[in-house]
T-cell receptor, first 112, second 115 residues
Framework: QKEVEQNSGPLSVPEGAIASLNCTYS??????FFWYRQYSGKSPELIMF????GDKEDGRFTAQLNKASQYVSLLIRDSQPSDSATYLC????????????FGSGTRLSIRP | EAGVVQSPRYKIIEKKQPVAFWCNPI?????LYWYRQNLGQGPELLIR????????DSQLPKDRFSAERLKGVDSTLKIQPAELGDSAVYLC?????????????FGPGTRLLVL
């Protein structure tokens, strides 16, 4: 079992719809959760981070964390063609010794 | 504010040759990361520095890879000798604060092709 799992996709969503990306993790001690967006041939860039159970909203993006079920999700409302990219989930703990683990990413395609 | 700088952007070498990558983090960021990313995969951490100290190098193949971060600023990652399987994108990232829980800012990466 991978430590951080994501569906590789591609996930195809019509423009204007809600895109839902999911990530599960195996380490119950994980404390910090990040979503990065990576365009083809580019480096990852941070979309959102979340530390507490529940929802966190930032513009069209909402991150949802459920530590009991060990999953974190990213919702993208009003999807735009520019949202087409690979979305990477990253998980780590608070301590200095914590490791950061990235998932393999989900490829999202927004169709006009 | 300048972002994370990496050089070179591209490198093509023959197997068994040495290669080195350089990274200059965002000013004031004390944590620096080196990752390797293969096609279709997420970044895999090779080493994490907090200032000059390598606090996590458990994934660094120490028989051929080495890294240093003198004076807690710039860092160099070296491979000697390179193997075909080392072809990948090598990413450098930096963050402020301690630990691996900070927001990371990535450089543009170095694309390595080993022939």
């Amino acid at each position: 079992q991978k430590e951080v799992e994501q569906n590789s996709g591609p996930l195809s969503v019509p423009e204007g719809a809600i895109a839902s990306l999911n990530c599960t993790y195996s380490d119950r001690g994980s404390q910090s959760f990040f979503w990065y967006r990576q365009y083809s041939g580019k480096s990852p860039e941070l979309i959102m981070f979340i530390y507490s159970n529940g929802d966190k909203e930032d513009g069209r993006f909402t991150a949802q964390l459920n530590k009991a079920s060990q999953y974190v999700s990213l919702l993208i409302r009003d999807s735009q063609p520019s949202d087409s990219a690979t979305y990477l989930c990253a998980v780590t703990g608070y301590s200095s010794a914590s490791k950061i683990i990235f998932g393999s990413g989900t490829r999202l395609s927004i169709r006009p | 504010e300048a972002g994370v700088v990496q050089s070179p952007r591209y490198k093509i070498i023959e197997k068994k040759q040495p290669v080195a990558f350089w990274c200059n983090p965002i000013s004031g960021h004390n944590t620096l990361y080196w990752y390797r990313q293969n096609l279709g995969q997420g970044p895999e951490l090779l080493i994490r520095y907090e200032n000059e100290e390598a606090v996590d190098d458990s994934q660094l193949p120490k028989d051929r890879f080495s890294a240093e971060r003198l004076k807690g600023v710039d860092s160099t990652l070296k491979i000697q000798p390179a193997e075909l399987g080392d072809s990948a994108v090598y990413l450098c990232a930096s963050s402020s604060g301690q630990g691996a829980g900070g927001t990371q800012y990535f450089g543009p990466g170095t694309r390595l092709l080993v022939l």
